[in-house]
């Protein structure tokens, strides 16, 4: 059973999570693992972020009208992070907890340091057959050993020249996939159940708050900005991780 104080912090880190997602389109797993990690063993704060990260992403995927192509064209990526992630069962649930806060920190500094980056790279139409599964390969490795669903695929559609409303929608289906996927992992694993899933649950109401005080946010700041703090952030808690200081 999870202590108050430690259920009180896990509210407000899915408000926050929530909030970033909103002013930026993207991070809710990641702070979520990053902040629920402090607390809580790596594969229970992975289940508490299935059903809020799902509910999200799902919403971010159908809201437009480029998922059909989207899916046609990013279906080996997809298939490439449900084999990865299966491929990454018990690395979380039965890998040594300072091996997995480690790796965690690294995830978290290359996604910090990817987005601060001005770097943009492009990928040509005919490399992606082969360069597309294997993305979300490595994606769902990373996303069953860590829970950050991010890296590689968010760079890789990046390159992908999307137009702004494709890529908002390609980010939700390749989300939505790792999520699915990450709570297949957790279920096998018997990270992912009763009470898991019932805290999960309510879990969704913060995280919903977030994503609209961060929509109504964005409005009104600099993004740039936003994102640049938010980086540093990610960068500086991703080194304290990846220093093995926090085990």
Known sequence: MIAPSVLAFAILTFLFAGFVKGVIGMGLPTIAMAFLTLALPPAEAASLLIVPSLATNIWQMVTGPH??????????????????????????????????????????????LVGLSRLRFSVPARHEWWLAPLVGGVTGVISAATG??????????????????????????????????LGVVLTKNASFHGVTILLSCA???????????????????????????????LLLLGGYFASGLIV
């Open 203 to 233: 879990a969704l109401l913060p995280a919903l708050l977030g994503v609209v005080l961060g929509n109504w946010i964005r409005r009104r700041v600099r993004e740039q900005m936003f994102r640049r703090v938010f980086y540093v952030g």
């Open 148 to 181: 950050v669903f991010a890296i590689p695929s968010v760079p890789y559609l990046g390159s992908l020249g999307l137009k702004k409303d494709e890529l908002i929608q390609a980010l939700g289906l390749s989300f939505t996939t790792s999520t699915v996927a």
């Open 67 to 112: 998922l059909a192509p989207l899916i046609r064209r990013l279906w080996l990526m997809v298939a490439g992070i449900i084999v990865g992630s299966l491929a990454g069962i018990g690395i979380m649930a039965h890998g040594e907890t300072r091996d997995v806060i480690i790796f965690l920190g690294l995830a978290l500094m290359i996604y910090a």
